[in-house]
């Protein structure tokens, strides 16, 4: 019941694909996709793109060089972080700072 | 390696050690007087956290073999307040924020000592050329130079 | 517009003594260099003087038979530790490669590598044994410069660690590529006014920091060990040392000693898993202290960089396209700052059409560790210097260019996130009304003189940080953090606490604890501390708070919500007159329930980005190129500042590092692929002679995402700098400087050139 629940509010959010992994959506620069968290995100995207996943995860993991932004925000959790409705998704280079 | 007999004024207070020939002012002060208050920075007299004032002037502790201090009046860090009371750089040093780490401050405030002591009056010019031989990385120098500034007015009474 | 807002805060925004100041002002302060031990012995390292060779053996007897020397090893003595990624943080690092960076197993790969370390009962000793230590290298050809190292004919510095773009494995010396790509590239440059296209080159620096690196390690029978050391992160230390040497991090308490400069560069470790191999292989404390020689050659320098930077503007000064590519070195082992070098290169303009490529590229030099705002500053160094260019041609004021295109609240960064709240107008807007800007320039008799303006940006960071606060019975606290203090952090800590408990900053005492003293806590870095470690302090303070109010509830006999607290006094609401101040409550406490204690643990969201307006006058001696600087003027908005003393002096600091990158500051490579000039004679920072007063404007857009509106202040100052004086020699002098130095050899020669 609670599962069914969470399937029907999970809204739509819009993910934009690095332009290394375009070749994989066969140019597209953006897509939507379904999932509330970044792990449901790219299951989703592995669905409509296959080898994407492989792309971006590495050991169960987000791989080493990349971070995901979710909103505007860099996503403390990882692949764990939940992704609210109407979201925009980046996949951006992980950095630290001096 | 023999060790020799070296007698020294060390803050004021005479002060007797054994060292080996080839140790550094530096390396007595710290390793065999166990005053860590001066800094190593390089050992190649280039960035002045080791400095010290002997017999007046400032001088880089590194550059120093400890059997040359024989006879010499040395001034560190830890010979700056006066017991309980801050040296006037040392608290103008705080008012100003002129620290962020911390190395270079022992080197710097010792320097800018024998600066006041011989000149009490510096210009902003005369304060950053006797200070050209301490390396600060933190701070741009800015609140350093003000400090000094701050503590000769102090201390000229103004 | 006033550049300051009026605070409503009673602590905050004021200027106390730092709570570490009076045993920095002393010499009582201790760092890692001087900690001493019983039975203490000291440990020195042989490092291979060649660029790029395989080790075919090591002998060590002759050292291990010298009096006085009770250990050698090598990076037999280590775990041979597998490939692969970790966590560290919110960063990933590659235990592998850390492990050999410290001591290198089959391969050197720079000038300076460790292939072996001896310790002895004195530093004189050990040195002496190193040079009974035999080393049998095949010396192979080394490249250095990232244009060479990514030719197909290059030597190879890793086999079998490169991936093409289609993620397929490929012998290759680029570890990394970086792509941004939107909107249309050709098109924008089509709808340009005019177009600047410019490549530039910037040498390696150093971070520069006075205390050369240091460890003190004793290992105990029962497998617990202790690490000493000046470290911008004890945890980060820890869990680094424990993946080099395969052990449990639990089983290694890291001590952070007081730490002089870090930058960046005391992220990574060096001798601490070697101290501790020699103090479990002697069964004494081990101390290890780096020489400046060693710091320069062997330390994570930033990288030198090859960059073409492209932009395009219409005639009303808006940019139509940026096409940007950068090579970064990553030193011997992958990892140079070039995503953020691409993520913040184009970053403080609204532009809709932009392809950026970056490289991380290996090199024979040392492992590249991140450097204040790490990859911006050479980034900035391309962008902004081509930006004067374009708004030159089109006769615009170069304020009023970057007023036209600035980033606001909504705009798209180049990686692709949208921003939050930030202040790089008011930045620029501040800087157009500067004393400084609306001053004539000075004249200097027989040089040329010029102004020069350059912008920057810096994230910032969040990142993990946990916070206890207590209170003492005499009505003051103490708050115990995990968090190195490089400058200044204890006190603003202090501060935050302060402002919340009602209490002034003295009345807090600020304790940086060891890793089993206080919960996970990532390092100094990002410009994190007083954003996330203040954070955890402001809801530990807040969690002290509310258990004070139930304390004074129940002292009272009402409930907790009849109970308000304002400017250190408890008041009941129902019971009217009834009140009862912090300390009056703090004697209190044994009687109403026992101490209190509050903590918090934050991974924050929220991080405010920093932007940065820079001035600068220049004098030009166009006989000899050399540079001085005339005047210098910083606006930041820095959110919130705490203690604006400390916020000024993260500027000042910046300004004058990116100073030195401009002018000065660059490693030297002989042809033999030695560094010829590991020293602070050679390798020039600048001194106190080489400066003014450094002018600094805060602006204070507080940042909505931290409860007191702080947004990380230490990063972006070093970013403008040396764009800035490029623009303003170009002023000066008509001459576009594009190669970092812009050291007085350098200049004359362009000089030279420009007028035939």
């Given at each position: 019941m609670h599962a069914l629940l969470l399937l029907h509010t999970v809204s739509m959010t819009t993910v934009f694909i690095p332009s290394l992994l375009r070749k994989l959506t066969g140019g597209k620069d953006r897509t939507t996709a379904r999932g509330a968290t970044v792990r449901e995100i790219i299951e989703d995207l592995e669905r409509q793109f296959p080898g994407f996943r492989d792309r971006v995860i590495e050991n169960g993991d987000l791989t080493g060089s990349i971070a995901v932004s979710v909103n505007g925000e860099i996503s403390a959790?990882?692949?764990?972080e939940a992704v609210p409705d109407e979201s925009e998704i980046h996949f951006v280079p992980a950095i630290g700072g001096g | 390696m023999k060790k020799v007999h070296v007698q020294i004024t060390l803050n004021g207070e005479e002060t007797e050690f054994l060292c080996e020939p080839r140790q550094s002012l530096l390396e007595v002060l710290r390793d065999?007087?166990?005053?860590?208050?001066t800094k190593e920075g390089?050992?190649?007299?280039?960035?002045?956290?080791c400095s010290v004032i002997m017999d007046g002037r400032p001088i880089d502790?590194?550059?120093?073999l400890g059997i040359e201090a024989e006879g010499k009046e040395i001034t560190t860090v830890?010979?700056?307040?006066?017991g309980d009371t801050l040296h006037p750089l040392q608290k103008k040093f705080l008012e100003h924020a002129a620290?962020?780490?911390?190395?270079?401050t022992p080197g710097f405030l010792v320097t800018s000592k024998a600066l006041l002591d011989r000149n009490p009056n510096p210009t902003e010019h005369e304060i950053r050329y006797a200070l050209a031989g301490n390396l600060c990385r933190?701070?741009?120098?800015d609140k350093i130079v003000r400090a000094v500034q701050d503590a000769a007015s102090q201390m000229q009474g103004r | 517009m006033a550049a300051r807002q009026e605070h409503k805060?009673?602590?905050?925004?004021t200027r106390p003594i730092r709570h570490d100041g009076v045993d920095k002002v002393t010499g009582r302060a201790q760092y890692g260099a001087d900690i001493d031990l019983a039975g203490l012995l000291h440990g020195k390292t042989l490092r291979s003087s060649h660029a790029h060779a395989n080790i075919k053996s090591i002998d060590t007897s002759a050292a291990e038979a010298?009096?006085?020397?009770?250990a050698v090893i090598t990076a037999q003595d280590f775990p041979n530790i597998e490939p692969g990624m970790a966590q560290m943080g919110e960063l990933p690092v590659n235990p592998q490669h850390m492990s050999l960076n410290c001591i290198a197993r089959?391969?050197?790969?720079?000038?300076?590598?460790?292939v072996a370390a001896v310790v002895a009962t004195s530093p004189h000793i050990a040195e002496e044994a190193l040079k009974l230590i035999k080393v049998d290298y095949e010396v192979l050809p080394h490249v250095q410069n990232v244009m060479d190292a990514m030719n197909d004919d290059a030597p190879i510095?890793?086999?079998?660690?490169g991936k093409g773009d289609d993620g397929e494995p490929k012998d290759?010396?680029?570890a990394n590529h970086v792509q941004f790509e939107r909107g249309d590239i050709a098109a924008g440059f089509a709808a340009a006014e005019v177009i600047v296209e410019r490549e530039f080159d910037t040498s390696m620096v150093h971070q520069g920091y006075i205390e050369p690196h240091n460890s003190v390690a004793q290992y105990s029978s029962d497998g617990q060990s202790t690490i000493w050391v000046s470290t911008q992160g004890a945890f980060t230390a820890r869990d680094q040392t424990a993946m080099v040497l395969d052990?449990?991090?639990?089983?290694i308490k890291v001590v952070p000693a007081e730490?002089?400069?870090?930058?960046?560069?005391?992220i990574p470790i060096y001798f601490e898993p070697i101290s501790l191999i020699l103090s479990k292989k002697t069964g004494k404390p081990v101390k290890m202290v780096m020489s400046r020689a060693e710091v320069l050659k062997a330390t994570g320098p930033t990288p030198g960089s090859h960059i073409r930077v492209k932009m395009g503007a219409d005639k009303d000064g808006k940019i139509t396209a940026a096409e940007v590519w950068m090579a970064y070195e990553a030193g011997g082992f992958p990892g140079s700052p070039v995503g953020a070098g691409c993520m913040t290169i184009i970053t403080p303009y609204d532009i809709e059409n932009l392809k950026i490529d970056g490289y991380d590229v290996l090199v024979n030099k040392p492992k590249t560790a991140a450097y204040r705002?790490?990859?911006?500053t050479n980034a900035a160094m391309g962008s902004e210097t081509v930006i004067d260019e374009l708004a030159e041609k089109l006769g615009i004021d170069p304020l009023e260019f970057r007023r036209i295109n600035g980033a606001k609240e909504g705009t798209a960064q180049a990686a692709g996130p949208k921003f939050g709240r930030i202040g790089y107008l008011e930045t620029v807007e501040a800087a157009k009304t500067s004393d400084h800007f609306k001053s004539e320039l000075p004249q200097v008799e027989g040089r040329r003189v010029g102004r020069g303006v350059a912008s920057g940006f810096w994230f910032n960071a969040g990142f993990q940080s946990s916070a206890t606060v207590a209170i003492n019975s005499d009505g003051t606290a103490n708050v115990v953090t995990g968090s190195i203090d490089i400058g200044g952090t204890r006190a603003s800590c202090a501060m935050i606490a302060a402002e919340v408990l009602g209490l002034?900053?003295?009345e807090v005492h600020p304790v940086v604890a060891d890793t089993e003293s206080i919960g996970h806590t990532d390092m100094t870095?990002?410009?994190?501390v007083t954003f996330a470690t203040g954070t955890a302090v402001y809801d530990a303070a807040q969690d002290v708070l509310s258990q004070l109010k139930e304390r004074a509830a129940k002292s009272w006999k009402?409930?907790?919500?009849?109970v308000t607290f304002q400017d250190g006094v408890f008041t009941c609401t129902t019971n009217g007159n009834e009140s009862m101040t912090l300390k009056e409550l703090s004697g209190k406490l044994p009687r109403t329930g026992g101490p209190v204690m509050g903590r918090a643990s934050v991974n924050p969201r929220g991080v405010g980005p920093a932007f940065a307006t820079h001035v600068v006058d220049v004098a030009v001696?166009?006989?000899?190129g050399k540079v001085d600087i005339l005047r210098y003027t910083a606006v930041q908005?820095?959110?919130?500042?705490?203690h604006p003393s400390y916020v000024e002096g993260q500027m000042q600091g910046g300004v004058a590092q990116g100073i030195g990158w401009a002018l000065n500051e660059e490693y030297v490579y002989g042809d033999d692929g030695?560094?010829?000039?590991?020293g602070f004679l050679d390798y020039r920072m600048p001194t106190c002679?080489?400066?003014?007063m450094i002018e600094t404007v805060l602006v204070e857009v507080p940042n909505p995402g931290h409860p007191v509106g702080v947004r990380g202040?230490?990063?972006?100052?070093?970013?403008p700098p040396p764009a800035a004086i490029a623009n303003a020699i170009y002023s000066a002098t008509g001459v576009r400087m594009a190669d970092l130095p812009m050291s007085p050899p350098r200049l004359c020669k362009a000089i030279l050139e420009k007028n035939g």
């Open positions: 959790e990882g692949l764990h | 065999v007087l166990g005053y860590t208050g390089c050992l190649t007299g280039d960035c002045g956290a502790s590194c550059l120093v830890e010979g700056l307040a006066d620290l962020q780490c911390g190395i270079c933190c701070t741009g120098y | 805060f009673k602590v905050i925004g010298l009096s006085g020397v009770k089959d391969k050197v790969l720079y000038d300076g590598h460790v510095l890793l086999p079998g660690l290759t010396n680029v052990m449990p991090a639990s089983k730490i002089g400069g870090g930058f960046g560069g005391k705002a790490p990859g911006s002034t900053a003295e870095g990002g410009s994190r009402v409930e907790t919500d009849q001696d166009e006989e000899t908005d820095v959110g919130t500042a705490i030695r560094l010829q000039n590991a002679l080489d400066l003014p202040v230490g990063e972006v100052p070093i970013i």
